[in-house]
């Protein structure tokens, strides 16, 4: 079985630009949740969509949106990119809405200049 | 808001045991996490912990109290490949995940 995909692997951007990024879940999963990491640092909560409606959001300004397709892919969008925007961006996905034993993706590296 | 707190490094022998301890701070708690995560690579899940009490998966075991916000991971019988970093993540009801920064573990021959 296929484990949760993403693309692209890696993006290269200018500030003020807008990126969308991508996330496949693992068959029969429903819930998808968007992670930033910045090195040296653990995973940052961006939001959870189950069911294609968002059931969680962390402390991250508008300029960051996401949404679920009927399929349960994703698409993480951010909107006027800051340099402080580069990071490496996890999507992970679980069976359901309380994120019991989540499997990431290999994760988006984007280089914001 | 929540608060998770690890050690930032720890360093360990071939063969020996060591145990990495999380405390955390939240509202709603729904569960705990532990992820493996080598340099450059996605973390990949250890363990969760709902209820208090040792949950055992070969030579990973993970520990929790609820009441005094209070994990740790045991790793036993250390190998050259447990050389990693180890998060520790709180879910809550609200369907947010917090993780800590991560506890550098180097294991030496």
């Known amino acids: 079985d296929a484990g949760v995909t993403q693309s692209p692997t890696h993006l290269i951007k200018t500030r003020g630009q807008h990126v969308t990024l991508r996330c496949s879940p693992i068959s029969g999963h429903k819930s998808v949740s968007w992670y930033q990491q910045v090195l040296g640092q653990g995973p940052q909560f961006i939001f959870q969509?189950?069911?294609?409606?968002?059931?969680g959001r962390g402390n991250f300004p508008d300029r960051f949106s996401a949404r679920q397709f009927p399929n349960y892919s994703s698409e993480l969008n951010v909107n006027a990119l800051l340099l402080g925007d580069s990071a490496l961006y996890l999507c992970a996905s679980s069976l359901g809405v309380l994120q019991e034993t989540q499997y990431f993706g290999p994760g988006t590296r984007l280089l914001v200049l | 808001g929540q608060n998770i707190d690890q050690p930032t490094e720890m360093t360990a022998t071939e063969g020996a045991i060591v145990q990495i301890n999380c405390t955390y701070q939240?509202?709603?708690?729904?569960?705990l996490f532990w992820y493996q995560q080598h340099a450059g690579e996605a973390p990949t899940f250890l363990s969760y912990?709902?209820?208090?009490g040792l949950e055992e998966k070969g030579r990973f075991s993970s520990f929790l109290s609820r009441s005094k916000g209070y994990s740790y991971l045991l790793l036993k019988e250390l190998q050259m490949k447990d050389s990693a970093s180890y998060l520790c993540a709180v879910t809550t009801n609200a369907g947010k995940s917090t993780f800590g920064d991560g506890t550098t573990l180097t294991v030496k021959p």
């Open positions: 939240t509202s709603g708690f729904n569960g």
């Open positions: 969509y189950y069911e294609k409606e968002e059931r």
């Open positions: 912990n709902v209820l208090d």
